[in-house]
């Protein structure tokens, strides 16, 4: 018997696989449905978003993708996958409510429409919601006053190592910066403790990004960040 238990919450970073999972059986429900004309179908797919989004401890997506024997390398930010996920929510019940108002035809298109985009992204690895979720962010502000945010004092320019709890990578990475420092700055930020650098141009963690003395972003490296990227970030603050 497994022994494993998911957390409450969603973490503040999550496997990288585990939305493309939720995506494809999200697209494969709305298609049937959409193929079928079976409404409920639709109020399933909605029902499972939303227990996804309580929490992963209520999700049976999330349960049975824990069940697969993957192990992350690399983790994903959570944010920009649950402002994805609120919207197909919300689109989908929209759609409910058309299609049991009596305009089929509207409720249809839109549940057409997540499928097309649930199973895009489960296939493409491209997150449209993800995408939408991190130009809403940067155009709200949240990832230009990098040096309050983050409390970066000094001139500049900074360099950020963006981590999370149960990342593999994430240590080692973490290590070849510092060590490739030389007497510059590094900040290290915990998505766990700092959620909001979701914000930030990355896609997994760990990563490194410069902040010029202006409080923009030059340089950014994910993912695989050994003794070379490392050399490369730390030459980039000069």
């Known amino acids: 018997m497994s022994t494993f238990a998911l957390p409450s919450r969603t973490p503040a970073a999550v496997h990288p696989w585990a939305p493309r999972f939720a995506q494809a059986i999200t697209g494969l429900?709305?298609?049937e449905a959409v193929l079928f004309q079976t409404p409920a179908v639709v109020a399933v797919a909605a029902?499972?978003?939303?227990?996804?989004?309580?929490g992963p401890r209520w999700s049976p997506v999330a349960y049975l993708f824990a069940l697969l024997p993957v192990k992350p390398a690399e983790l994903e930010p959570s944010r920009p996958v649950r402002f994805a996920?609120?919207?197909?929510?919300v689109m989908l019940a929209a759609a409910i409510v058309l299609l049991y108002a009596g305009v089929p035809t509207a409720g249809w298109i839109l549940t057409g429409m997540v499928a097309a985009v649930a199973l895009f992204s489960a296939i493409s690895g491209i997150c449209v919601g993800c995408i939408a979720w991190k130009q809403i962010a940067r155009r709200a502000g949240s990832a230009h006053d990098l040096k309050s945010a983050f409390g970066l004092s000094g001139s500049g320019p900074w360099l950020l190592v963006?981590?999370?709890?149960?990342?593999?990578?994430?240590?080692?990475?973490?290590a070849a910066i510092h060590d490739a420092a030389r007497g510059h700055e590094i900040v290290?930020?915990?998505?766990?403790?700092?959620?909001?650098?979701?914000?930030?141009p990355i896609w997994s963690v760990p990563a490194g990004i410069v902040i010029a003395p202006s409080g923009e972003v030059g340089m950014v490296k994910t993912g695989r960040i050994g003794a070379v990227e490392a050399a490369e970030l730390v030459?980039?603050?000069g």
């Open 29 to 31: 429900l709305c298609l």
């Open 47 to 54: 029902a499972l978003i939303a227990l996804a989004l309580i």
């Open 85 to 89: 996920q609120w919207i197909a929510l």
């Open 162 to 174: 963006v981590t999370a709890d149960n990342c593999p990578r994430c240590g080692p990475a973490r």
């Open 188 to 200: 290290d930020v915990d998505l766990d403790e700092h959620p909001e650098a979701g914000a930030l």
């Open 235 to 237: 030459s980039a603050l």
